[in-house]
């Protein structure tokens, strides 16, 4: 078999299956079928929404009238059948950005969905698209045991993808060390929001307002094509095993090359054009710390582009949970307001880009249309806040 051939033949019907389902998409939009308020109000990458959301459907009490359907629904679908802890005459109470305490050492911080009887509770941590924090897993985990007893809740690691914790958060221990449970947007969730849906037969508000949430996770999931075409890909990938074989043999050569073509060719232009210096010679796999760094002269300190200190010696790691910040040494300068976190390391201010890994192939179509743009809006919020010229 002539592989390049086979390579060619697959790529030009895939193509035409992409081309269709481009099409279908521009008939929906005109009959106005994927209107959205969760992407027109641009919320769909930021996690606090998304928890505040999923609380109030986890709350019997929530404006969505359905009482503790949506919660039994969740431990039956999305957690697979585990068996519903609540008892029907006792309190609930649902909340996020629930404060357990200062952070010290195992315990503190903030759980970000929290629903609690007298006697149980449901930690989840819910994570689109930041990076842990340092014990964040073992610190909820222990507040669970401390305020529930060691069989008295469920901690939930929530992902788009149904990721492990990171070392950091877990302290190098496993899942099962920890006492976590891994959930997915992209199937968990999906599949009780569906479900809901479901349930909310008659409420069409609620039930319409549940498909647009489907709909937001399905395109953040990248699972917003249609079905058939779908399916029509799958069997060409059935049909040429040595392609996809070849491909997934290629990935991270592939990702390089995104990466270098839609995000680094870009950053650099959008440098020169500003009159900046872009420095991305420390982005080598074998670097201590490697950054992609922002100068300008006369400035002393740089915008840089890192990864969570447990990624950078990982062959592939560094482009994961990668945050942006400002690298200076000057005493007593303040935080940036346009940055979200704080950290002696940099006490001007750091945050999580919106998409932080850059290796993954889910991430492939981000990485292509969006990175560089959110970076590049982000590096201009800095430098106007800075006053740098």
């Not at 498909?211 to 890909?233: C, F, G, S």
């Not at 592939?254 to 440098?271: N, Q, V």
């Not at 809006?377 to 010229?389: A, C, D, H, S, Y």
Request: glycine fraction near 6%.
């Amino acid at each position: 078999m002539d592989t390049e051939l086979d390579i060619q033949q697959f790529f030009q019907e895939v193509a035409s299956i992409c081309a269709l389902e481009q099409a279908q998409q521009e008939e929906r939009n005109r009959k106005g079928e994927n209107y959205n308020l969760f992407s027109i109000l641009n919320i769909e990458r930021y996690e606090l929404k998304h928890s505040a959301l999923i609380a109030n459907l986890l709350d019997p009490k929530g404006s969505h009238g359905c009482g503790d359907a949506f919660l039994r629904a969740f431990f039956e679908i999305a957690l697979k059948g585990t068996a519903y802890p609540f008892e029907s005459s006792t309190p609930l109470d649902s909340r996020t950005e629930h404060y357990t305490g200062p952070i010290a050492g195992d315990t503190g911080g903030r759980i970000d969905i929290l629903v609690k009887s007298s006697h149980y509770g449901l930690i989840i941590e819910n994570k689109i698209y930041a990076g842990d924090q340092d014990k964040q897993l073992i610190r909820y985990d222990n507040y669970g045991k401390e305020i529930f007893g060691a069989d008295g809740y469920l901690l939930v690691y929530l992902t788009l993808y149904g990721y492990d914790a990171s070392k950091e958060s877990t302290a190098t221990k496993s899942a099962e060390e920890v006492g976590y449970l891994r959930l997915s947007y992209a199937e968990d969730i999906l599949r009780w929001l569906e479900q809901c849906a479901r349930l909310a037969y008659d409420k069409p508000l609620v039930r319409e307002s549940l498909n647009q949430y489907i709909r937001t996770i399905k395109q953040l999931t990248y699972q917003d094509m249609n079905e058939e075409n779908i399916q029509q890909i799958i069997d060409l990938a059935i049909d040429h095993p040595e392609v996809v074989a070849t491909l997934s043999s290629k990935r991270d050569a592939i990702a390089e090359g995104i990466r270098e073509k839609y995000i680094f060719d870009k950053l650099k232009e959008y440098a020169d054009q500003k009159g900046w210096l872009y420095d991305d010679s420390e982005s080598s796999y074998n670097e201590e710390e490697p950054k992609i760094r922002f100068r300008k002269e006369g400035w002393d300190g740089s915008i840089i582009i890192s990864a969570d200190s447990e990624n950078k010696k990982s062959n592939y790691g560094w482009w994961m949970n990668l945050w942006i910040g400002i690298d200076s040494k000057v005493t007593g300068a303040k935080k940036l307001a346009c940055l979200e976190k704080q950290s002696p390391e940099y006490p001007m201010g750091w945050e999580y880009l919106t998409t932080p890994n850059w290796y993954s192939a889910e991430n492939f179509p981000a990485m292509k249309t969006s990175v560089a743009e959110e970076i590049i809006n982000k590096l201009n919020e800095i430098i106007e806040e800075l006053g740098v010229k």
